[in-house]
Nanobody
């Protein structure tokens, strides 16, 4: 059983920054992929950024250098630093963690970009 606890969402003005954090706990021996997805109402969940155990990152095209994903293997955490946020970044963001038994998802954290 894996528990994922997310934090860091909230309200920010366009051009502002937020940092999302996710901590994994439970019966975990090895974490493989970690990262963040997002899902707007009525749309499919989409990749934002992922990072492998060895630090290889993958970003969605819409990130355009604005976000940085990082992880701490010892602490079992993954963060997403989001800069220069745009109105269209408003949605729910989900932490994603893959272990040997499969994928695990956080409960989601709301990010709202509004002036």
């Amino acid at each position: 059983q894996v528990q994922l606890v997310e934090s860091g969402g909230g309200l920010v003005q366009p051009g502002g920054s937020l940092r999302l954090s996710c901590a994994a706990s439970g019966t975990i021996f090895t974490i493989y992929g970690m990262g963040w997805y997002r899902q707007a109402l009525g749309k499919q969940r989409e990749l934002v950024a992922t990072i492998t155990r060895t630090g290889t990152t993958n970003y969605a095209d819409f990130v355009q250098g604005r976000f940085t994903v990082s992880r701490d293997n010892a602490k079992k955490t993954v963060d997403l630093q989001m800069n220069n946020l745009k109105l269209e970044d408003t949605t729910v963001y989900y932490c994603w963690v893959t272990i040997i038994t499969g994928e695990n998802w956080g409960q989601g954290t709301q990010v709202t970009v509004s002036s």
